[in-house]
């Protein structure tokens, strides 16, 4: 072994060009195993429970402060034989002097807690799974294709949303971020997109479909893990509008895509997005049919969160 690593550290000193390569892919392969991503597994029923309490307990709060800004002198009660008095007059100073504040940052607070329970409600995003795995199905629905491992035909939805704070991304700037995808596997994802008013500025499949009406869908993409002519790159960067190194940083697989722009209440929400690592997928015309029906399922949950 301790011969191995030195002449693996004596081909790397001479050779200093394979020794930058080295390091990069050493980097890269830690950003995919360590770095942040996006859990796209929301079923979480003690999260929204949780969620449910806190605002619970925000109101009893705010009945309670309302009672005792109202009440004078002293309350007196007996506990288990004991009497015990509480005197009122101080926190009743103390509610009036920072009602200003309070009473509306609690109730921003309840805004805050409903809009979190709507967006992770698990009973809506489970019915939005459901949706996702049956036009998959229908999408992917050759026998060649439903025997490969789930993991390579997806379909995802992507939300536009100013910023990504799981990524670290500002929200002065809009993104396609990951909302939900189909199967049970590879629920976590770094693959956001960034939108612009400019086509030549957004990125991604997902991207080109936000910026046309209809199906955005290409094919017979190379394969980002071998070796590729600077003819192949260029292709390859024209069709996904996305640079090769964010590609091979993404661990991306798909040979084949097709995205289209998601309306909820008359405007723009977000891209449904199918890849696949087969060559080929099903016609545009065909993939209109199955989601006109996937979008008639989804809408009315869509508009409720």
């Not at 612009?196 to 997902?206: F, L, R, Y």
Request: hydrophobic letters at 45%; aromatic letters at 8%.
């Amino acid at each position: 072994m301790a011969r191995m690593i030195r002449h693996a550290s004596i081909s790397l000193a001479s050779h200093p060009s394979h020794a930058l390569s080295y390091a990069v892919s050493k980097i890269r392969n830690f950003i995919r195993e360590h770095g942040p991503y996006i859990q796209l597994d929301h079923t979480n029923v003690l999260g929204w429970r949780l969620i449910r309490v806190a605002q619970v307990m925000l109101l009893l709060l705010l009945v309670g402060i309302s009672i005792v800004s109202r009440l004078k002198g002293s309350i007196a009660m007996s506990f288990f034989g004991v009497d015990i008095v509480i005197g009122v007059s101080t926190f009743r100073l103390w509610v009036a002097g920072n009602e200003v504040w309070l009473v509306p940052v609690m109730g921003g607070l309840l805004v805050v807690f409903e809009k979190i329970g709507g967006l992770i409600n698990p009973w809506k995003l489970r019915a939005i799974q459901s949706c996702l795995d049956a036009f998959r199905d229908l999408s992917f629905h050759s026998r060649s294709l439903q025997e490969d491992p789930e993991c390579e035909h997806r379909v995802t939805i992507f939300r536009a949303q100013h910023g990504c704070w799981q990524l670290l991304k500002p929200p002065t700037q809009q993104w396609l971020v990951p909302f939900a995808r189909s199967g049970t596997m590879t629920k976590r994802s770094r693959s956001i997109f960034r939108l612009s008013d400019s086509p030549q500025k957004t990125e991604g499949v997902a991207g080109k479909a936000w910026c046309k009406k209809g199906w955005y869908q290409v094919m017979g993409l190379c394969h980002v893990g071998g070796e590729l002519s600077p003819l192949e790159i260029r292709e390859f960067e024209t069709k996904t509008n996305l640079a090769l190194d964010k590609a091979i940083l993404r661990n991306y697989k798909a040979k084949s895509y097709a995205a289209i722009t998601m309306e909820v209440m008359g405007k723009k929400w977000g891209v449904l997005v199918l890849d696949s690592t087969s060559d080929k997928m099903t016609s545009c015309d065909t993939l209109n049919k199955y989601f006109k029906l996937l979008v008639s399922a989804l809408n009315p949950i869509l508009e409720a969160m």
